[in-house]
């Protein structure tokens, strides 16, 4: 049997499967991205939610696996050489769990790196600027009396969704016919901004048409579904 007991984590949320991959999350926009990703490629995992309004994130267990203290981040038992690897930073989880599998990213080099910089856009600019307006927009942010960094997020985050409109445009995915983790990586954050954000008007999100069709189509897939709920909250 797999021993992860090396790994401080596990004593606040020990491994019930110790051989199979460990994922520490909740289901927030760079949460879902590591579950909907294991429900696509069928791994074996075993999901612990972290209670990031606990900050549970900031335990010394936790961040011994993280020191940045942030969700998602996995346990890999079978890890390359057949050891066990620690990994966080959603977008890099994507990138292993995809080459590991063989599965949702292109094996030509060239659409590889083109997925890859996908991934890299949601990484660097959706989530950041989604984030913001969530912040500035539902949450204390609100309150401030100063609306300039609302309105400067609100145009950046219109710009990029214009971005994926454009990329969309005779595209049923990012990549073209090819579902893959740039996907995977920019589902939940469109879902968020437009939903739990309540931003949609904000952002104008009626106006587009590529950029809902395709998050209707990403929402109607079944590993996607089960995604977005995993870990379960209590």
Sequence with gaps: M???SDFPITRLWP????????????PTPNGVKASIMLEEI?????????????NETWTPEYLALNPNGKIPAIIDPDGPGGQPLALWESGAILLYLAEKTGKLLP???????????????????IGPMFGQVGFFHKFAGR????KRPLERYVAESKRLLGVLET???GRDWLMGEDYSIA??????????LIGFYEAGDLVEYDSLSHVPAWLERGLARPAVQRGLNIPARA
Excluded: C
Excluded at 143 to 146: A, I, K, L, T
Excluded at 183 to 192: Q, S, Y
């Design 167 to 169: 990329r969309l445009d």
């Design 15 to 26: 491994a019930q499967h110790p051989d199979r991959l460990q994922l520490y999350s909740l």
């Design 42 to 54: 069928g791994l074996p995992y075993e999901p612990h939610l972290i209670d990031i309004g606990k």
């Design 2 to 4: 797999t021993d992860l």
């Design 183 to 192: 996907d995977v990586a920019t589902l939940g954050w469109v879902r968020n």
């Design 107 to 125: 094996a030509d080099p060239a659409r590889r790196y083109e997925a890859i910089q996908w991934v890299f856009f949601q990484m660097a600019a």
């Design 143 to 146: 309150d401030y009396e100063d």
